[in-house]
């Protein structure tokens, strides 16, 4: 009998290794940022620098334990971002906030917020 796939249920948030929240859903890329180039000995590709961008969509709570989102993206600052677990480790992004939205809905009394971040090659752990 096939086994069935394990399911993801949530990724925690970590900033400088404390848990500021779980992500509802989001995108995680990593970019290699190489160049292909054509030469008359054919084609190759050049290493660029490796970047990532996380984008989360978390649900805002009203004891303002996500503030400190909107005051990295005004601040213009860095921040150490934990995901975890992804593919079984964690992954740390030293990056900076690049996008910070709201958006609510009366009836069902919810926020929502998305996040987007920017920084360089993740380390894995």
């Not at 509802?24 to 940022?33: K, L, V």
């Not at 005004?74 to 690049?98: M, S, W």
């Not at 709201?102 to 894995?124: H, R």
Request: negative net charge; hydrophobic residues 30%.
């Amino acid at each position: 009998m096939a086994q069935e796939p394990k399911r993801i249920s949530r990724c925690s948030i970590f900033v400088a290794g404390k848990k500021v929240g779980t992500a509802e859903s989001g995108d995680y890329t990593i970019n290699d940022n190489g160049e292909p180039h054509i030469t008359d000995d054919g084609w190759t590709m050049s290493d660029g620098t490796t970047t990532c961008e996380v984008k989360l969509n978390t649900i805002i709570t009203v004891d303002g334990a996500t503030k400190f989102l909107k005051d990295a993206l005004v601040n213009k600052t860095f921040v150490t971002l934990q995901l975890a677990l992804i593919d079984g480790e964690t992954h740390t992004i030293k990056a900076r906030c690049t996008t910070n939205a709201a958006n609510w809905d009366n009836k069902t009394g919810g926020m929502k917020g998305s996040v987007t971040f920017q920084g360089g090659e993740p380390t894995t752990s």
